[in-house]
């Protein structure tokens, strides 16, 4: 049974910072491609960033690039979405997924096998 559960979010001032952890079980995370993903209330999900399944290739969306970092550890079967210099637009619930037996992460949300439950991560002004 795979199973990825998200955690970390919460509610951060505008300025701050926030790590969102996703644990996965159930599967072989090394053989994953993971990707993070957001959706702000009455907006669609969007794509955040990826990281390959050794983490030598990361992509991110240009809304959060140079604030944001996506980092994993195979050994922990965790991939990590650190987020600096918050702003309230970044209010959304974030969702990690997993790409079974892809290396390289895609910004479609078609691509993912698994999903998280997501997070609430709230940014106050």
């Known amino acids: 049974q795979v199973q990825l559960v998200e955690s970390g979010g919460g509610l951060v001032q505008a300025g701050g910072s926030l790590r969102v952890s996703c644990a996965a079980s159930?599967?072989?995370?090394?053989?994953?491609?993971m990707g993070w993903f957001r959706q702000a209330a009455g907006k669609e999900r969007e794509f955040v960033g990826g990281i390959s399944w050794s983490g030598g290739t990361i992509y991110y969306e240009d809304s959060v690039k140079g604030r944001f970092t996506i980092s994993r550890d195979n050994a922990k079967n965790t991939v990590y979405l650190q987020m600096n210099s918050l702003k309230p637009e970044d209010t959304a619930v974030y969702y990690c997924?997993?790409?079974?037996?892809?290396?390289?992460?895609?910004?479609?949300?078609?691509?993912?096998?698994?999903w998280g439950q997501g997070t609430q991560v709230t940014v106050s002004s």
């Open positions: 997924a997993a790409d079974w037996n892809v290396g390289s992460p895609s910004r479609l949300l078609y691509e993912y096998d698994f």
């Open positions: 159930g599967i072989t995370f090394s053989r994953c491609a």
